[in-house]
């Protein structure tokens, strides 16, 4: 299976702070990930996808790059809603798909 | 508007069977492929199972693969998940996910989710 690595695990940032997280694959998934938020006791919601794509309804501070193995998720100026726990998600692989183990944004 | 809405889940012991169900409404349950996806208590989030549109191919985690079984009742707009032989690592949060499909196949739609609690 494609393992799918997050970092950091945690992220401590303020309000207004442009925010990045790194999902790395362990082979090539071309452009098939996805970026999901998830809050407390919540399902996920889906943010991003093909690396890049804003899911209708995102805020446009959102923004997925990245292609092959090296993928970033950014939010560019960091609002009180988004501190939540941020998946990637590879679906390359049809019928196979990983999820990343999470980075939890906190407030510093 | 989309709304997924699972049921089913609770107490089972060790070795037991939980049937899990998922109603849909919203949208044209019988055009998409369907996923279930669960979270361990303090846990990331882990794929399950999937069946296509018309149940025609089923896919299962390695974890879980010959102890559950995904269906599906188009007539009903009802998703269903088989779950035997339980053990303790199944214990977790079972969601429902629609499949975005057309080329992309992410979870565009999530269920509340339902808790599946395995212990003697």
């Known amino acids: 299976d494609i393992q799918m690595t997050q970092s950091p695990s945690t992220l401590s940032a303020s309000v207004g702070d442009r925010v990045t997280i790194t999902c790395r694959a362990s082979?090539?998934?071309?452009?098939?990930l996805a970026w999901y938020q998830q809050k407390p006791g919540k399902a996920p919601k889906l943010l991003i996808y093909?690396?890049?794509s804003l899911e209708s309804g995102v805020p446009s501070r959102f923004s997925g790059s990245g292609s092959g193995t090296e993928f970033t998720l950014t939010i560019s100026s960091l609002q009180p809603d988004d501190f939540a726990t941020y998946y990637c998600?590879?679906?390359?692989?049809?019928?196979?798909?990983?999820f990343g183990q999470g980075t939890k944004v906190e407030i510093k | 508007q989309v709304q997924l809405v699972e049921s089913g889940g609770g107490v089972v012991q060790p070795g037991g069977s939980l049937r899990l169900s998922c109603a849909a409404s919203?949208?044209?349950?019988?055009?998409?492929?369907m996923h279930w996806v669960r979270q361990a208590p303090g846990k990331g989030l882990e794929w399950v199972a999937f069946?296509?549109?018309?149940?025609?191919?089923?896919y299962y985690a390695d974890s879980v693969k010959g102890r559950f079984t995904i269906s599906r009742d188009n007539s009903k707009n009802t998703l269903y998940l088989q779950m035997n032989s339980l053990r303790a690592e199944d214990t977790a949060v079972y969601y429902c996910?629609?499949?975005?499909?057309?080329?992309?196949?992410?979870?565009?739609?999530w269920g509340q989710g339902t808790l599946v609690t395995v212990s003697s």
């Open positions: 996910a629609k499949d975005m499909d057309y080329g992309d196949s992410v979870f565009d739609y």
């Open positions: 919203g949208f044209t349950f019988s055009s998409y492929g």
């Open positions: 069946i296509r549109y018309d149940g025609s191919n089923k």
């Open positions: 082979q090539s998934i071309s452009s098939w």
């Open positions: 093909k690396a890049s």
């Open positions: 998600q590879q679906y390359n692989s049809y019928g196979r798909w990983t």
